[in-house]
């Protein structure tokens, strides 16, 4: 890389960094549910060798996010290192796709596009264990197609150690890298055997690592009704979510645009052509719910631009000038990655001035809390068609302990599970998205606390049936906080 390219990497890391830190939350609507797992892990009593009420899930391919977050947390703050690790994944991405454009002779100012490609529908989800795995799983690809210039056994090595490490720091990001593997080490030459040989590795460690737990056990049915129109939110899903966010939509095909004028003709190698296709095709046609899992789609919304430039052969120096030939020089890269990281602060600001309201609700309620959250309106405004408010009352748990009624812990994928049959009230799986399938009548007396997000006055008819006596003890804009008995009451004893 030449001395202006870093440069300019480093500036462009230096300020998500100072994104990050210098607001309070980020847009990613399962953060909270993450900073409540890693609450659990640092201050449950036991934890590690199992209680009454949870367990240390080590048999999950979730753990390095996870771990660095755990090591960090009494350092510098539980959702401090949870944003700090969530750029490190941002940049580590921006890295991944420099060395790939590097290696197959592409501009190498492309490399750039990895940090808005970062932000995008798996960051804007809050898929934090994915979105640290993805580049790994890019990385993977980089190491294949050195594998295949020269198959000695410290190559292949390194690729199967770094297949291992995607696969421990998330399943779904391992799957994605070891088909891609595999495809481009079947356009190779020599033995079948030779080419794949270090898919044996990753494989061993499936078989006595991951397969004996309950990480692979399906929560839930899978959807084989394909939707149709979802392709038409790939290019807002490359920098947003959905196409319904205009500036996203704009956004991601400026950023589809930059890669197309940049690279050459489509190679002849089929086996590349299939990668592209497959990614594509995983986007558009994967189930809506596979095992229980949803918006699996969108996972491999950030290899799109990767297996495209795997695809295309480099573009020659004596390619004609034509009238958007201005997108090959690299000041428009430059200016265009600046241009979107200004709008995704600015919207970031915009998002705090919502979430604002939450935290001054949360600094009226006494520690120790088992919260029930009911949120009507889970969309932001300032990051249009992104639920980011979901989940935002696990913070409490995150800041002041307590139990949520609703945790990711009742997951057999979780790094931290709730024993079965569960001993500490919680909803079932995705009513958290149904805030009208709460029952007063058979829920009021379970909890400590009501967090509940609505521009309109709800209580009656929330509560209205409810056995026990409900108070409203904090109100700020759209936020409102109930307390089962008074609002001084002690926390149940759970």
């Known amino acids: 890389m030449e001395r ?10 230096l300020g998500l960094l100072l994104t990050f830190l210098a607001f309070r939350d980020l847009p990613m609507v399962d ?22 009420h949870f367990f240390l899930n080590l048999r999950t391919p979730y753990l390095v996010a996870y771990a660095l977050a755990r090591l960090l947390a009494p350092l510098i703050g539980l959702i401090a290192a949870l944003k700090f690790l969530a750029w490190v994944a941002v940049v580590a991405n921006a890295l991944a796709l420099t060395v790939l454009v590097n290696k ?31 580049p790994l799983a890019i990385y993977c690809w980089v190491l294949a197609l050195c594998y295949l210039e020269d198959q000695n056994w410290k190559r292949g090595l390194k690729l199967g150690l ?5 696969l421990a720091a998330h399943g779904i990001a391992f799957c994605i890298a070891v088909v891609g593997t595999k495809l481009l080490l079947l356009g ?36 084989w009704m394909p939707v149709w129109d979802q392709i038409l939110d790939l290019p807002a899903s490359l920098v947003g979510m959905y196409r319904g966010d205009r500036v996203a939509t704009l956004g991601g095909l400026i950023t589809l645009g930059w890669v197309l004028l940049n690279v ?18 995983g986007y558009w046609f994967f189930p809506p719910t596979f095992m229980g899992l949803s918006w699996f789609h969108a996972r491999f919304v950030g290899f799109v631009i990767p297996a495209l430039l795997i695809a295309c052969t480099p573009l020659q120096a004596s390619a004609g000038v034509g009238a958007l030939s201005w997108m090959r020089h690299p000041l428009s890269i430059v200016l265009g990655v600046t241009a979107w990281l200004c709008v995704f602060t600015f919207r970031t600001a915009a998002f705090n001035e919502e979430t604002a309201e939450f935290h001054r609700v949360v600094d009226q309620l006494p520690a120790g809390l088992t919260v029930r959250p ?16 979901l989940h935002l009352p696990a913070y409490y748990q995150a800041e002041k302990g307590g139990f949520q009624g609703y ?24 009513a958290e998205w149904h805030p009208g399938s709460f029952d007063a009548q058979s829920e009021a007396a379970l909890y400590d606390c009501f967090i509940v997000h609505s521009h309109s006055d709800v209580t009656n008819d929330l509560f209205s049936t409810s056995p026990v006596p409900i108070t409203l003890c904090a109100h700020e804009g759209s936020w409102w906080a109930y307390r089962q008995g008074t609002c001084n009451s002690a926390p149940l004893p759970h």
């Open 104 to 134: 197959l002779g592409h501009n190498h100012w492309l490399g750039l596009l990895g940090f808005p490609t970062a932000l995008c529908h798996s960051f804007y989800f809050g898929f934090f264990s994915f979105l640290f795995a993805s």
């Open 264 to 281: 050459g003709k489509p190679m002849r190698a089929p086996w590349r052509l299939l990668l592209l296709s497959g990614t594509i095709a």
């Open 374 to 389: 009911i949120v009507f309106e889970r969309e932001s405004a300032a990051f249009p068609t992104v639920p980011a408010l």
């Open 162 to 166: 770094f297949l291992c490490a995607t």
């Open 407 to 430: 945790s990711f812990a009742i997951y057999p994928s979780s790094v931290v599970r709730l024993r079965e049959p569960y001993t500490l009230p919680v909803i079932p799986p995705g």
């Open 4 to 13: 202006h390219y870093r440069a300019i990497f480093a500036l462009f890391s």
């Open 31 to 52: 953060l909270p549910q993450h900073a409540s797992q890693l609450y659990l892990w640092r201050n449950w009593p036991n934890v590690f060798d199992g209680d009454a």
């Open 188 to 223: 190779g030459s020599g033995s079948l055997w030779r080419r794949l040989r270090p898919l044996a590795i990753p494989a061993a460690l499936i078989v006595v690592w991951l397969l004996p737990g309950e990480a692979t056990r399906p929560i839930g049915p899978t959807n």
